[in-house]
């Protein structure tokens, strides 16, 4: 069996300091979407958040998949973008484009639409338990 890829640094953040000690933030310019047209990310348990919003889609179209086992996953995307959602939550809360939903067995699927140069992304994104939020902005 294969391991997953990790995603690349500048897409993800999930807390790792101590809390006694403040938390800097990452300053990694955004990958390109090559590096996440395509592919698939896994996390066992955790808070992560896929922050899209300062890459620039320049009217591409990009594929991409995560699944979580348990924790919060969230996913920021700019505002131009078109994003197409394909989504489940064994149990818990889906929150995406302004909607929340809470319960068990849950599926969204639903396109939130952009600007029409804006690019679009296809998102299939899992959740075992736990919340799943899709932000605009």
Not at 14 to 28: C, I, V
Not at 54 to 73: R, Y
Not at 98 to 116: H, V
Request: net charge negative.
């Amino acid at each position: 069996a294969s391991s997953p890829n990790p995603p690349p640094l500048a897409l993800w953040r999930a807390p790792t300091h101590p809390p006694s000690l403040p938390a800097a933030p990452l300053a990694a310019p955004p990958p390109p979407l090559a590096e996440i047209d395509g592919r698939s990310f896994s996390h066992d348990v955790g808070d992560v958040t896929y922050d899209l919003t300062d890459l620039d889609f320049g009217g591409e179209s990009v594929e991409m998949s995560v699944d979580l086992g348990a924790g919060t996953l969230v996913v920021e995307v700019p505002d131009e973008v078109t994003v197409t959602l394909d989504a489940s939550v064994g149990a818990g809360q889906i929150d995406a484009f302004g909607e929340a939903t809470s319960g068990i067995s849950l599926t969204r699927d639903e396109t939130s639409p952009g600007e029409p140069d804006g690019g679009s992304v296809l998102r299939d994104l899992e959740v075992d338990l736990g919340d799943l939020r899709v932000v605009q902005n």
